[in-house]
């Protein structure tokens, strides 16, 4: 369960990388208008794909915060950009990184090879 959550979390949070990067233009290009009014929407395009990928990466050593880092990023990009085709890949693939990784809890630890 944890190495499916490592792969799938990397592929979301790389993906969220792209949108994140995405994001952060459109909000350049905004704050052109209304100097306040695209600040939060340029913190949340860099500290959400960040999330995912620490909490990608943390999986293995520690499933459950691994899981819930990955289940925040995937509620921020729901929160953000809402459900819909362009928001699907991100959504998707960190909400079955960070259900692995909550099931990869359950795993016992396999004892080490001497």
Request: charged share 10%; proline share 5%.
């Amino acid at each position: 369960m944890r190495i499916g959550a490592l792969v799938v979390g990397l592929l979301g949070g790389l993906a969220s990388v792209v949108y994140g990067l995405l994001g952060y233009g459109l909000a350049s290009f905004a704050e052109s208008g209304y100097p306040a009014s695209a600040t939060g929407v340029k913190i949340l395009s860099v500290a959400v794909p960040i999330a995912a990928l620490l909490g990608a990466g943390i999986v293995l050593a520690r499933p459950l915060f691994g899981g819930l880092l990955m289940g925040v990023a995937a509620g921020a990009f729901l929160w953000l950009l809402g459900f819909n085709a362009f928001s699907l890949i991100p959504i998707v693939l960190l909400s079955c990184g960070a259900i692995l990784g909550l099931l990869g809890v359950l795993e016992p630890d396999r004892p080490q090879k001497k």
